[in-house]
């Protein structure tokens, strides 16, 4: 025998005697973007037991493994799971069983629909969500006589897109007892030539919420199915909920446990005594899929309604500055209290004046503290000396689309000059030097695809303004891309197990219809998630 055929036969014996290890899934032929570090590229990435065990671009994976099931993607593009930021995925499951309003033109279509979803659905208290006066004609707030003379005998209260005002009738202000006298701080209860319109704005809606019916405990379930299907649909595989009380995430809890929910959740917790007192003493809770290590506070409205804080007054309103809804030394408390925990503090800001209470608050109780990753929730409206705050580790958790829902009469609120430090999300990113990004649905629209659209293009899906809305604040396509992946992971304290396709992470990715990353840039909004992993199980 020669010496070739000698080591050949020697080979062959050593390959036999070391067979290729048995894993769950390998998906080859494909265009990975990693987003590692070095935001490589691969073609092919190996699953074992819900973990990402090899990547490669060498195409090399099939000499290692074998897999019980194989996926040729075609050349498909595929990302890392995505992660929504902000949002209130609970909250979009339950306006799932309410009327629909969104994308309303007028008053008199929010009627018709009303009347329409009562006649199909009768209720004893009937809830809506998603008008916006801005969407009108007239743009001015809507007021209630109409609900009064249709519903005289059923309580109405009809939420306001972002959240931050309601539209009542008559018989819920009387069962809430409100009153023309009625005195919040923190809001406004609306009144012409002295008598209540119907339109409250942010603390006044919770006496509102004291009498509407709590949904039973199958409603509950069915509104976070309901938000976990739309969510993984759009090839979403974790979500920041920004705002959750004990019984919501112990639910939560319980669905994951039961296999009843695969989406990965990062709760914030609603800030209330009761759940303060029972989180910050508990300490940090973590699962594969859920954590719970944060806190929501809310430091003022939305601009929208006219509710965001702002250091002068608004442009379209004489002498009206908004309102904090949680007053300056609460939040100061609040930081000094959090600060000594394990948690994180989340903070709604839309205006400049709550912009920067909430940064000094930040900076004063985290003197000397390292690494504690605290957010400003939106971040919308900044004074131009007030960026450099964010250089000591505070993230702006920040959404694209609320730039162009709003670029229509945002410089009607704010004035030429004050809407150059508004939805800055490439100088907030150059200062921050990471930002999250979110939707804050169902404020806005669940789909990632539009959020990637109105950061990079700063568009509405008509191409309007033509050239882009203030892109000196555009963020590139790679910005983009790991602001909803590997700086989300990061800035929920995750990035070393989920935001990027690298060995011994959770196997969570999607395969795209086509390339986000070189595609047509108005062509991103119709991208769609083919097919969606969580931890290596095909979820859509």
């Known amino acids: 025998m020669n010496k070739f055929l000698f080591y050949f036969s020697i080979t062959l014996l050593f390959v036999s005697c070391n067979p ?5 899934l390998i998906v080859f032929n494909a265009n990975v973007y990693t987003v590692d570090a070095n935001f490589s590229k691969a073609t092919s990435i190996a699953v074992n037991n819900g973990i990402i065990v090899a990547v490669s671009n060498t195409g090399n994976i099939n000499q290692k493994y074998k897999a019980k099931k194989e996926i040729d993607a075609k050349g498909k593009t595929i990302v890392p799971g995505l992660i929504d930021a902000h949002c209130h995925f609970y909250g979009l499951g339950l306006t799932q069983q309410v009327v629909d309003l969104v994308g309303t ?3 008199d279509e929010i009627i018709d629909k009303v009347v329409a979803f009562q006649k199909e ?5 009937i809830q809506g969500r998603g008008w916006d006066q801005n969407d009108w004609d007239i743009k001015e707030f809507p007021t ?7 519903f005289p005998d059923t309580p109405i209260a009809l939420e306001r897109v972002d959240g931050h005002a309601y539209l009542v009738n008559q018989k819920a202000l009387d069962l809430a007892g409100i009153t023309a006298s ?21 603390n006044p809606q919770r006496m509102i919420d004291a009498v509407i019916p709590q949904p039973n405990r ?9 938000a976990e299907r739309l969510c993984l649909d759009y090839g979403l595989t974790t979500v920041n909920d920004a705002g959750l009380y004990k019984s919501t995430i112990e639910l939560i809890d319980s669905l994951q446990n039961a296999g009843e929910l695969s989406i990965r959740v990062y709760a914030m917790v609603s800030n209330t005594n009761d759940n303060l007192d029972y989180y910050l003493d508990k300490g940090i809770i973590k699962t594969d899929k859920l954590n719970v290590r ?44 959090i600060a000594a925990s394990e948690y994180q503090m989340n903070t709604h800001a839309i205006g400049d004046s709550a912009n920067i209470v909430v940064l000094r608050a930040y900076k004063k109780a985290l003197e000397g503290k390292q690494d504690r990753r605290w957010k400003v929730e939106h971040a919308q409206v900044i004074s131009e000396a007030d960026f450099d705050y964010f250089e000591n580790g505070i993230i702006p958790s920040i959404q694209p689309t609320h730039a162009t829902s709003d670029m229509y009469w945002a410089e009607d609120r704010l004035g030429a000059a004050r809407v150059q430090g508004a939805y800055a999300f490439k100088t907030l990113l150059d200062k921050a030097g990471t930002v999250a990004l979110g939707t804050d649905f169902p404020v806005e629209h669940v789909s990632p695809f539009l959020t990637f659209y109105a950061a990079v293009a700063r568009q509405d899906l008509e191409k309007y303004p033509e050239g882009g809305f203030q892109m000196k604040d555009a963020l590139s396509r790679e910005e983009t891309l790991k602001g909803m992946t590997i700086w989300a992971a990061h800035s929920n304290f995750e990035e070393s197990e989920k935001g990027s396709i690298e060995v011994g992470k959770f196997a969570d990715f999607v395969i795209l219809s086509d390339d986000i990353m070189t595609m047509p840039v108005d062509g991103i909004p119709n991208l769609k998630a083919e097919q969606v992993f969580v931890g290596g199980n095909q979820v859509k």
């Open 144 to 150: 209630k006589e109409k609900l009064d003379e249709l």
């Open 182 to 202: 009625t005195q919040i701080e923190g809001g406004e209860i609306v009144k012409k030539d002295g008598k209540i319109t119907g339109v409250l704005v942010d």
């Open 218 to 226: 199958a409603t509950q379930i069915q509104a976070l199915k309901d």
């Open 105 to 107: 033109s007028s008053f």
């Open 294 to 337: 944060s806190v929501k506070v809310y430091g003022d409205g939305a601009l929208g309604s006219r509710g965001a804080a702002l250091r002068e007054p608004y442009s379209d309103k004489e002498g009206h500055f908004g309102a904090m809804v949680t007053p300056v030394d609460q939040i100061e408390g609040l930081a000094e209290r």
């Open 20 to 24: 290729k290890e048995e894993i769950d």
């Open 121 to 125: 659905h009768p209720a004893n208290f």
